[in-house]
């Protein structure tokens, strides 16, 4: 069964992600599930990334 990546939440959606620690430019890309109220966090950091334990994620691979 599925969860979400920040918590134990049934997710709501798959989302493509860039994901990195310290530079915006040297990011890993990979889909993951988001519950719906970690999705609006994502969604709602933008740019700048949503940072969780140290790790930025950001919506999209570009």
């Known amino acids: 069964m599925q969860r979400c990546q920040f918590c134990t939440a049934q997710p709501l959606q798959e989302v493509a992600i860039a994901?990195?620690?310290t530079d915006p430019d040297d990011v890993e890309r990979d889909t993951v599930w988001f519950c719906g109220k970690h999705l609006q966090r994502v969604k709602k950091a933008?740019?700048?990334g949503f940072e969780h334990?140290?790790?930025h994620y950001k919506i999209g691979f570009w």
């Open 19 to 21: 994901r990195w620690t």
């Open 46 to 48: 933008g740019n700048r």
């Open 53 to 55: 334990k140290g790790v």
